[in-house]
């Protein structure tokens, strides 16, 4: 039996929804720890003040912004390639919620900017890219609903979420070649000279795992959501046949 | 082996359910199959299918690539070109070059010069018609051919017919009216997919 | 393929197409901006080669819908897919046909207009090579986009929502050789990366608006 | 409750709106969720009769 | 007519059409402008007014052509004619519906979007307030395009080339008072004016477009 | 005094030339009139002067005001929205409401609810005509009302005349088929306009 079977839409049904729950708990529970953590137990930073602690909103919500475009490239492929239609249909589901960790971030990002910066907006690159990335996801959306066929939206969009995808990079580097920036470098890779300190980096990871449990539990519970509409619509389809 | 079209078993579908199931004709060299079927029966995405613009949810077409000119209710006259310069476009597209029978078999001599947007509904009808002439194409599978036609000019499409299939070729006609063709004719109305059939791959995991 | 190529250039120009207008609509545009932004010349020659770019941009996405709709709407390209023509040559004549009469005719408006913006004396040659070497990338990235959305009822304005996004990095190294150009700094960099963008949207693109069409027509 | 000393304001709209945007997804997920589920039961309901 | 309005509406919001779309090409152009011009702030704080103002009028104006087009195309337009409701309403409630889904979400996105340009504070009480008073006015004169346009196979581009002078006036008077406004001057003339071209569009335009329209079925 | 609509001596145009011109007739409540003449012959041409839509060369169309309900051959239908969507747009726009009765006599009633776009073209034409019901005029002025309709369909039609017409209605009807309905017929044939007589009031100026 290979991994596909667990594609089949029933046995994806039947397998997810004892996880829901799961989820929705650890996802709870990490969420509270390490927000109750970052929010009320850590100390000021010397620099930014009490605006450190929007980092544990800001930075779990732009990274969930990416890995939802990623999760969305890799379902198109697996669509187009093995035409799964669970697959089409979870890459449909991520997309409200990547859209959502967009603008979170896009938002707390410029909360964030107008007592660092003294701006609410400036064209940084990587503020920039993440404005690209909120285009893409409206149209990648827009697309889906425009189209009445499911197999024709799946077909479409998945063409549409690769070529995106490459170009999304290509912009990635057009932006960093256009405007050097003010935003922080990567603090959470190990090798880099500024770390974020201890103090904030491990209730940091606590709420990272947070929102990636909330992601899950949002997408399987809108992956299965869809694949219920998309029998409803059989089923209405085939009434009207009489 | 068997003819020029083979239709084995199909079933065709339409906003994801079934519309006709279990289709299956074999269409030989001079040979011309007439669909019969009320208004809503499936036979304009029989058509579709047949000319591969949209995959079968069952079953086989077996034909031979590039054999089949389709023709259906949108006949992609341009409005601003002449009637010359439309029939010469589709032939250069064909590889063909002459469009003289094509104008002459649908009497279209006098209006040649016209720009299409000039014409009436039976007369851009005809230069729709004539394309198929110009495709050189061995299978016809038309949709409606002979909609806004006046008798005289349903007289002219059947003699292009006939001579289209004298010359070996085949046709595949949905329409309503009699054409005064000798043919065979399908009524489709006994392939009804019945609604519980009607499931594609994914429902039927699903269930 | 020719055959094709010249009746598309023959519809533009016979229906008062893409020819004159997507020009005419270049020249409003790059004349609206003084009524915007002010008359003071400083300022706008700051920004001309930005708003050279944009106003070139902007037309051009508005013919895009015109590549493949009003062949989808007539049946035309029903037909065009029984056809002896591989889709992907059916993709790219068409680019080739929007760029011909859309973004050849805005490289060559651009200079002139660039006057309107006192667009300083460097820059009109960097201006228009960065047109030359950009506007095929962006009738291709077109059709590609118009190839997506030809299906659905006046995709118009949704095509252009799918395409902006996929126009920056060619806007910003298409702006960025204008305007270094129009300052006399070094240009190598960009323009080598605005060439590759256009080469690789060429080679690449059709096969994917193909399948989009074929998808589409479905 | 922490002192959030000057940047109050900040901190808090960036938890609020936060909150509000991420509860406003979930519950919209879980409402469609429920919508669909019960049209569904009741369709196959319908074809189980029918 | 309510009729007419309900469906209208409807039908913006059913084919995915005006509402978010308008919306959404506003957005891309503002988002655009600084890839053309650069990231200096100072720069674009100056211009902004001048780009939402001229954002706003592309985003109108693109989704002009829907007002009449696909009702000529499928011929309810022909069937409207005849039917007991005078031209001039007819007019009247589309370039209604024409606003209300396309030149009311863009005033009230104007001010977010200001955000990414920089606008001086003051400026956007003044700009919401020429956008309300000035963008009726564009969905009116419009409409009046698109009526003189309606039987032209795609006249979408001609359209856009007829309409863009008829609208400097009230451009320039509206990016006026929202330049002004965020500079902190006085702004009650340009005001005035606005809301003059805007009630004048509004009384008058009607029965030129109805006129235009009859004559376009003939 | 006469009919519901008169015509007398009319003279129409296409594209600034004569198309027909003497054409007069008289309908009376309870009658309708079929024209007939090859494609061409300039049908379209006269049911669009005599509904209004565009001005006589010559003669006169005498009708009451508000009297004509007209159905082209572009039906005006929306693809977005659903059967009784579109009915009830009409129902609104004449001023009627019921849209029952048209919806039964083109034997939609199962369709009501689906978008027009997921309809046949023998289903989309027969709610372009039910649209024709909720008009509730009295002079029906139609353009190849039967085109991709089956049999069947065609039947349905020509009951709907005849209750129009039994109802005190009249029907103007340029059809290439065979309908059925007890009527007076006209060839507009022998109304062609000689092609040196074709002048508008410019070129008689001009000359
Ligand atoms: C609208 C404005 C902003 C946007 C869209 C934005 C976006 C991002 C993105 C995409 C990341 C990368 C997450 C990752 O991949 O690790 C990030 C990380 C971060 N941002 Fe922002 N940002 C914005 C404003 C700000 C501001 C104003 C500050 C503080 C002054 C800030 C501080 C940080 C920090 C400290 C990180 C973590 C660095 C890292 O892990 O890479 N951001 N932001
Ligand atoms: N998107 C859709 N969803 C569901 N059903 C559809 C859709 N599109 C068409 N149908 C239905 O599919 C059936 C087949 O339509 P088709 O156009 O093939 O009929 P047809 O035989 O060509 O009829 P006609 O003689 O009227 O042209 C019709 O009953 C139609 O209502
Ligand atoms: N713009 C034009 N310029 C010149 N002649 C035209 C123009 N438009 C139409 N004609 C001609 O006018 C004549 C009348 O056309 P009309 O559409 O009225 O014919 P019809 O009787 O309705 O034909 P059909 O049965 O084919 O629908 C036709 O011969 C047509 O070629
Ligand atoms: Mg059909
Ligand atoms: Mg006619």
Redo the contacts with the bound molecule.
Sequence with gaps: MSIWEYANPLKFMGWTAPLVPVLWVLSGIALTVGLIWGFFLTPDDYR?GATVKI?YI??PS??MA?NAWVMMLVTSLIWLIRRHHVSALAAKAAAPVGMIMTVV??IS??I??QP??GTW?AWDP??TS?LILFLFYLGYMAMWAAIDDPDTAADLTSVLCLVGSVFAVLSRYAVNFWNQGL??????SLDSEENVHDVFWLPLLVVLAGFVLLFLALVLVRTRTEIRARRLHAIALRERMG | MGGLLEVKDLTVQRGGIAVLSGVGFTLDAGAALILRGANGSGKTTLLRTVAGLQPPMAGTVRVAPDAIAYAAHADGVKAVLTVAENLRFWAGVYGSVAIEDALAAFDLGGLAERPAQALSAGQKRRLGLARLIVTGRPVWVLDEPTVSLDRAAVGLFASAVQAHLAAGGAALIATHIDLGIDAAELDVTPCRAIATTAQGVFDEAFR | MIRLLIRDLALAVRAGGGFGLGLAFFLIVIVLVPFGVGPETVLLARIAPGILWIGALLACLLSLDRIFQLDFEDGSLDLLATAPIPMEGVVAVKALAHWLTTGLPLVMAAPFLGVMLNLPGPGYAWLVLSLVLGTPALSMIGAFGAALTVGLKRGGLLLSLLVLPLYVPTLIYGTEVARRGAEGLAVATPLALLAGITLAAVALLPFAAAAALRVNLR | MPDLGKYAAEVLSAYGLTLVLVAGLILATWARSRRVRRALERAEARRADG
């Design positions: 930014m980092i800001h930075v732009a990274m990416i971030a896009l990002g410029a964030w900017g660092m910066w907006w990587r503020l993440f935003h922080q470098g990567a603090s959470l």
